[in-house]
Nanobody
Framework: QVRPVESGGGLVQAGDSMRLSCAASGRTFSRNMMGWFRQAPGKEREFVAAIIWSGSTTYYADSVKGRFTISRDNAKSTVYLQMNSLKPEDTAVYYC????????????????????WGQGTQVTVSS
């Protein structure tokens, strides 16, 4: 069973950058699609970005395209989310998630498409 642990959240000002990390133990990590989601108070959990098992294909929500970059290091069993030009509307708890399907490379942007989740890390962007 893979257990992701997110880190790197905190408080920043609008326009700043931040990098989130997700360390995921488990034998199948390098063959799993991984994603980042976020949830603001009073709102539903929403898709941010996803990366296929090899790292060669990535997907983004329109709201973060051009500002956020997802990447992975399979040797370290870690997924990253580099966030640039942060906006107050990016404030949320950010969750790392993974799919158990091996070598899956389609777009998965709904929470119910993912099988395991981290506990989340708070990102707050002040104006």
């Amino acid at each position: 069973q893979v257990r992701p642990v997110e880190s790197g959240g905190g408080l920043v000002q609008a326009g700043d950058s931040m990098r989130l990390s997700c360390a995921a133990s488990g034998r199948t990590f390098s063959r799993n699609m991984m994603g980042w989601f976020r949830q603001a108070p009073g709102k539903e959990r929403e898709f941010v970005a996803a990366i296929i098992w090899s790292g060669s294909t990535t997907y983004y929500a329109d709201s973060v395209k051009g500002r956020f970059t997802i990447s992975r290091d399979n040797a370290k069993s870690t997924v990253y989310l580099q966030m640039n030009s942060l906006k107050p509307e990016d404030t949320a708890v950010y969750y790392c998630a993974g799919k158990n399907s091996l070598w899956y490379n389609g777009r998965s942007d709904r929470p119910n498409e993912y099988d395991y989740w981290g506990q989340g890390t708070q990102v707050t962007v002040s104006s």
